[in-house]
């Protein structure tokens, strides 16, 4: 998104705001029920979708005849329904923008455009702080509004939904009583938009709450109808509080400074040259302490990571204030985003079934997160060591030119498997002679068999195994009538 | 997804000191002539001190156990491995004498949990004949297990059928797999060592069960081709443990599988998955090359070889071998058949695995940081998670690790003080350099640290950016300080 289009669609928010600023937002005029049904797909049996399961929350209407909802309420969505809690008017909607990491999605009436035209739009309030009083706003079963005033506390930079994006949340203290099972809530500060409720301990009675200026940034960025994402440094760092540490880096007590243990290639601070073994000082003039936090002038001490995620756009140039080698350095840094469907092992996966193809009971499958994750709560002591290395190191496998880790995730028994039954998750290396660098390359190589075999390599036990071709064909129609498809590649 | 392999629980079967037995031993002379065909068959009880391998330079734990031995020879006496491991004392005693005599460990093989035991003063034993041993016996044939398993003090006798001949996994190290014999008469912790009798021979050694309910009347014997094995190993005066193939193969099952590989569709051959580089098939099988014969027999696709009218695993035949013995294999590679031959030896990277015993652990305890080489022992100890470590840990040989760093040094704790208060983040990491220097084995940490080259000692770790680092000039009165404080006697052992 270029600096043009920002200020291009800043103008344009302002515009419709100021025609449609005719009534205050209020909870029977501004939130509407979301029902969405959702069915993700099993990753061990590719082919197939799991059971379906509902969802219920309250959405903010946003001008344009827009839904606001936390992405978690649109995942693997079948169906989205939009509901007036007064008339109980329904509508099927759409996800028209949906950010995974930020935990955000904008929903649109398929067809009935005038749907919400008898709402009031929510305008952002942007400036929430320390102590101020936010309402959360939800309905009875019934259609009758209910406020609960709670106050804001404090604000932390933390995951939302996805274990590996972290953003600003903002924590507010004070009972909340969830309705009609919600999943999301607005929240409203003199009935502005002041951000979503998307959890609620009843146990410390805390809300957390995504504030509107994470809000406003997302829907800044989906005006040109092209969504980029948040922008990331891409870097893993550690702290500097020990003086022996300090001492040896050279930083003086003035300066904080946090260490960069780790670049991750393609990404922002790598672009800028960025390197390990560098101390990030500050940014855009911002001193950043030994603890990786800058003093935010609303909520104090937060960590750095806001400024990049949640101040700054991808394309935006920032200061990088560096100490390398004892020397000062300032780098000027362009934010760039690498997108979660660049990774070696995609972080997340929704909206779409897994990639895979069946050669004759083989099945391959790009490895993923969530297939890690199919190995129960501990799967980051359960899984195979080997997969889980690759999740932490992809770069080994990025730099033999890998794109995607493409595994045998298990086998069908099957004529064409005989002798194979037990093989399951192992790195596939190469068939039929074609390095195996995505699922493509199995598609590929699938349909190049020499002298009437299959020949399948991997990089640990067994190593080598042979399918009979015309074998494996005849079981990928047999699979194929049984089971309806034998491959996904996108 | 889980993994289905259900693992069982194999117990050994020395009765550990915690089921101690009641010291007011009674004596009945009669009784005594009753037994004395049984003389043969005595009592040893085993004073041991067990490694700390959390606090390394501590002596160790005390325990104790017993378990059963017998003559074999002239003032020799055979028991498993495991009821003499990390022994300090060793009292032998025999039926209807009360006295203790003290023995002593002439060889221990850990690899097939088998020991010789030595009386200091062998009078008592005069007169008293060892035992002949016998041959491999047949399925459903009986035998008797004669011993001093838990539930009495004095000897007992308890007989069965010969269930199954396999080749299986001896618990003792976990990493060595050989013949062993089930049978169905009750074998009980305190058996262990003990003979298996048929027609007055020995034909077994009683070593290990399940434990539990897992399964019901199933012990397990160490047979004679193992025994006379370990005999025949010692007669030089050392023991110079079992060789290896060190390969990993794969059933050829598949026909595509063995049309591929150009073989008829005969059942004979199995496919060479990967030979270590640096063991004795290395260099010779490679990937993909079929073993179809192994000193002239052949081998089925199931690898299993008919050897003396019985189906057994391939491996049987080295497993009668000793180091510098050559074996003769027919590999088919490239749709040629070829003959050539293997000098067997030992492969020493498999050990990482396997539980160690009578050995003393070694460290380095630097600015309150303990260092240690990764193996099975010291996973156990410490119960490490970390990615890293467990890799190392599973892959050190697969992944060809153990020819990049023979050792593999892990930060294993850290005892706290005013040095090293900002590292317990680096807890259970591998320590990749010290100074710049790449670390391979125990000794190039302690050589690297003892090195006085600049005011800092760096330490990377292995997928850290972040290394530790100790500013010099701290680290004497440091050392001195951490110490004493924690009680530690001696900073650093690095082995004899």
Known sequence: MTKFSILLSVFGISVSLWSEKLEAASVDKSVIRVNTTMQSYNLVQPWEKGASSTRIGLGAVLPEGKVLVTAQMVTDATYIELEKPDTAAKTTAQVITVDYEANLALLKPINDNDFLSDRVPFELDTNLSPKDKVEAWQFEASGTPVTTQITVSKAEVRQSFIDTARFLQIQANGPVQYRSGSFTLPVAKNNKLAGLLISYSSKDQISNILPASIIEHFLKDSEDGKYTGFPNLGIMYSQTLDEQFRNYLKLDQENGGVFVSKVIEGASAAAASIKSGDVILSINGKGIDSRGNYNDPVWGKLSFSHLVRGKAFTGDSMKIKILREGQKKEVDLKLIRRPAEDYLIDPYMFDRGPKFSIIGGLVFQELSVPFLKLFGNDWQSRAPIKLLMAHANPEMYEKEGRRKLVILTRTIPTPATLGYERLSTLIVTKINGIPINDIHDVDKAASMPANGQHRIEFDSYPKLIFLDAVLAGRVNAALEQRIGITKRLK | ?496
């Open chain 2, 1 to 496: 997804m889980k993994s289905s392999i259900f693992s069982f629980i194999i117990t050994i079967l020395a009765w550990e000191l915690a089921t101690a037995e009641d010291k007011n031993e009674k004596e009945n002379t009669n009784q005594a002539n009753n037994s004395s065909r049984y003389e043969a068959v005595v009592r040893i009880e085993n004073s041991s001190l067990n490694p700390d391998y959390r606090s390394p330079w501590n002596t160790g734990r005390d325990s104790g156990g017993n378990g059963t031995g017998w003559l074999v020879g002239e003032n020799k006496f055979l028991t498993n491995a495991h009821v003499v491991s990390n022994s300090r004392i060793i009292y032998i005693k025999k039926v209807g004498d009360a006295k203790p005599y003290r023995a002593k460990i002439v060889h221990i093989a850990h690899d097939c949990d088998l020991a010789m035991l030595e009386l200091e003063d062998p009078s008592a034993f005069e007169g008293v004949s060892p035992f002949d041993i016998g041959k491999l016996p047949q399925l459903d044939t009986t035998v008797k297990v004669i011993g001093y398993p838990i539930g009495g003090e004095r000897i007992s006798i308890t007989s069965g059928v010969v269930s199954r001949i396999d080749f299986l996994s001896y618990s003792h190290t976990s990493v060595d797999l050989h013949l062993t014999i089930q049978i169905d008469a009750a074998i009980n912790p305190g058996n262990s060592g003990g003979p298996v009798i048929q027609n007055g021979k020995v034909v077994g050694v009683a070593f290990q069960g399940y434990s539990g309910n897992v399964a019901q009347n199933t012990g397990y014997m160490i047979p004679t081709p193992v025994i006379r094995r370990f005999l025949k190993d010692v007669e030089d005066g050392n023991y110079d443990h079992y060789v290896d193939l060190s390969m990993s193969d794969f059933p050829l099952i598949n026909p595509a599988q063995r049309k591929a590989l150009g073989l008829a569709n005969d059942g004979i051959g199995i496919m060479v998955a990967a030979a270590e580089e640096d063991g004795s098939a290395g260099g010779i099988l490679k990937t993909g090359d079929v073993l179809l014969a192994i000193d002239g027999r052949p081998v089925k696709s199931n690898g299993l070889i008919n050897y003396e009218g019985e189906d057994v695993n391939m491996n049987e035949i080295v497993e009668r071998k000793f180091a510098g013995d050559v074996i003769k294999l027919k590999i088919w590679r490239q749709n040629k058949s070829i003959d050539t031959k293997v000098t067997l030896k030992r492969f020493l990277p498999y050990l990482i695995a396997a539980k160690k015993y009578d050995e003393k652990p070694r460290y380095i305890m630097f600015s309150g940081l303990v260092f240690q080489p990764l193996d099975r022992n010291l996973m156990a100890a410490h119960g490490m998670k970390n990615l890293q470590v467990r890799y190392h840990f599973d892959s050190y040989v697969s992944a060809d690790i153990y020819k990049d760093r023979p050792e593999v040094i892990v930060l294993t704790s850290i005892l706290p003080d005013s040095i090293n208060s900002y590292f317990s983040n680096f807890k259970h990491s591998i320590v990749d350099e010290v100074n710049g220097v790449k670390v391979k084995t125990l000794k190039d940490v302690h050589d690297a640290l003892a090195k006085d080259n600049g005011d800092y000692i760096i330490i990377s770790l292995l997928g850290n950016g972040r290394p530790i680092v100790i500013e010099r000039a701290k680290v004497e009165s440091a050392q001195k300080r951490i110490q004493e404080k924690y009680n530690v006697i001696k900073d650093y052992y690095l082995g004899d």
